[in-house]
Nanobody, 129 residues
Framework: QVQLVESGGGSVEAGGSLRLSCAASESASGSIYCGGWFRQAPRKGREGVAAIYFVGGRSTYYDNSVQGRFTISLHNATNMDLQMNSLTPEDSGTYYC?????????????????????WGKGIQVTVSS
């Protein structure tokens, strides 16, 4: 099981930026197939925001609502970031990072929370108007 810890959340005004980071346990190095960021607003389901593959060409995928504003990237085999620009109040919520192991057989896109193997505890992002 991979331990995931999110950091970098907080409060920002509309139009501002935040950078979220997700650190996986060092023991997970080389075992992660892909990862993604999900978010959940109050009284709503968890939705996929962005995904990246840790192998091959490191393909990335985004939900239409964040395309062109958010960028997912990897530091190395165990650290995944989400740069969020031009934030709007609709981007507010709890953000979770999640990963799929190479041994899993699942994929990170299309987004499916049920497909993810491991989850962080989440971090709050609040965008005020």
């Amino acid at each position: 099981q991979v331990q995931l810890v999110e950091s970098g959340g907080g409060s920002v005004e509309a139009g501002g930026s935040l950078r979220l980071s997700c650190a996986a346990s060092e023991s997970a190095s080389g075992s992660i197939y892909c990862g993604g960021w999900f978010r959940q607003a109050p009284r709503k389901g968890r939705e996929g925001v962005a995904a990246i593959y840790f192998v091959g060409g490191r393909s990335t995928y985004y939900d239409n609502s964040v395309q062109g504003r958010f960028t997912i990237s990897l530091h190395n085999a165990t650290n995944m970031d989400l740069q969020m620009n031009s934030l709007t109040p609709e981007d507010s919520g709890t953000y979770y990072c999640a990963t799929i192991a190479r041994s899993s057989g699942s994929i990170c896109y299309p987004f499916d929370p049920a497909a993810m193997d491991d989850w962080g505890k989440g971090i709050q992002v609040t965008v005020s108007s």
